[in-house]
């Protein structure tokens, strides 16, 4: 027997243990077990594979055995890898939902918390159903007003040398307001007009300052805001043929004081402004002239078409107006005629390529925050008479 035959036999052997399991009869085919078979071609089994394994190193068919072992061991660890990887991947996703799942049930219970509330206070309350009928169609002309309700911090108390603010005068600035109101519908012939509640309409309980400021707590001010607002729009109603209420929130509307929780983790949702277009809604339910305009997108952009123009609504604390216009536009998708916000506390009106931006009033102005950054102003609301082209004019109504 040649030493290439000894080599080839010896490498068989290695390689196909199951071929001389059943060669020798037994389960563990030894190497003294093929030398023996072969004949003693080597002084021991032991030899013989040593030989054969001097052979394979020489030839480097060890070392290739070797490597395409590692390749195979790493490629199964690769793969074990891959399922420890996805199998916590799917713990994250899983521990992901019901976090969020947690959210929308405290949210959930938080809102029909409040909800209770302000029915109770609905059915304790000695309140008059309106007796209404459509007003007739008095003008020939139809241009469209816009009438926003812009920071009126219901329940904000400010008693200082430039500006004296409670609930009393909110109701009469809001009475002057009215009266402005019918007097440019009747100016302009108004047939149709759209009503913008554009945030910060209560005073909240955002910041403890405020909280301490407050003449009501948080559940009040929303009621009493709210049927305050019932009777403005009852008032309106009777004078317009078509109105359409837009609502979104401002951040004085956030459910908890800045030192309770960082407002980051403020949800827009839960801001207590949106039980105030709820109760609009369930009072007014039997003005068949009035519209309410649901946002399609959430609780802080309105949408609206006035005399076709398209018209975006929100209360600005999330933007700027140096690019309200920018932001909103790439966010939308839509270019609109006119941008209405307020939360500034002053009057602006500017023009951005060929969009308007009208920057609301405040029913309240010179509160302790202004006059510490030397910041005085005058209370107002700003009317808008849109026709086919866009804006015609504003009024900037002062409210003293």
Not at 49 to 60: A, C, H, I, P, S
Not at 117 to 143: A, M, Q, R, V, W
Not at 215 to 237: H, P, R, W
Not at 287 to 308: C, E
Request: aromatic content about 10%; glycine content about 4%; some cysteine.
């Amino acid at each position: 027997m040649t030493d290439e035959e000894k080599y080839l036999i010896g490498v068989d052997f290695k390689n196909n243990k199951d071929k001389y399991k059943e060669l020798f009869k037994t389960t563990e085919p030894r190497w003294n077990e093929l030398n023996s078979y072969y004949g003693l071609p080597f002084f021991t089994g032991e030899a013989w594979r040593q030989f054969t394994k001097k052979r394979q190193d020489k030839d480097g068919t060890l070392k290739k055995i070797e490597v395409v072992r590692d390749i195979v061991v790493d490629k199964k660890l690769n793969e074990l890898d891959t399922k420890e990887i996805e199998l916590k991947k799917e713990r994250i996703r899983l521990g992901d939902q019901r976090s969020k799942l947690n959210i929308l049930i405290r949210q959930s219970a938080r809102s029909d918390g409040l909800k209770e509330l302000l029915e109770l206070c609905i059915k304790n309350g000695n309140f008059n159903e309106f007796e209404f009928t459509i007003p007739e169609h008095l003008y020939s002309e139809d241009n469209e007003m816009i009438i926003p309700i812009s920071d009126s911090h219901y329940a904000l108390t400010i008693d200082n040398e430039f500006e004296k603010y409670n609930t009393d005068v909110f109701l009469e600035r809001l009475a002057n307001y009215t009266m402005q109101i019918l007097d440019i519908k009747k100016t302009h012939k108004i047939n149709t007009c759209h009503i913008a509640f554009l945030g910060d309409l209560i005073s909240g309980v955002h910041m403890n300052i405020i909280r301490y400021s407050n003449q009501e707590n948080v559940v009040s001010q929303v009621q009493n805001f709210s049927e305050y607002m019932v009777k403005f729009l009852d008032k309106l109603s009777q004078h317009f043929e078509n109105m359409n209420i837009y609502f979104v929130t401002g951040n004085h509307a956030r459910n908890h004081a800045r030192n309770f929780q960082d407002k980051k983790e403020s949800i827009d949702s839960e801001r207590y402004e949106n039980f105030i277009i709820w109760y609009l809604k369930a009072r007014m339910s039997n003005h068949k002239n009035i519209a309410f305009r649901d946002s399609i997108l959430d609780n802080t952009i309105a949408i609206g078409k006035v005399k076709g123009n398209t018209c975006f609504f929100t209360h600005g604390d999330k933007d700027t107006p140096s690019r309200i216009v920018e932001k909103l536009t790439l966010m939308l998708g839509e270019i609109p005629k006119l941008i209405y916000f307020g939360h500034s506390h002053h009057f602006s009106v500017d023009t951005v390529q060929k969009v308007k931006t009208i920057m609301s009033g405040s029913f309240c102005v010179n509160d302790s925050y202004c006059t510490g950054i030397r910041v005085i102003g005058e209370p107002s609301q700003t009317v808008s008479i849109i026709d086919d082209s866009g804006l015609k004019c504003i009024y900037d109504c002062k409210l003293k």
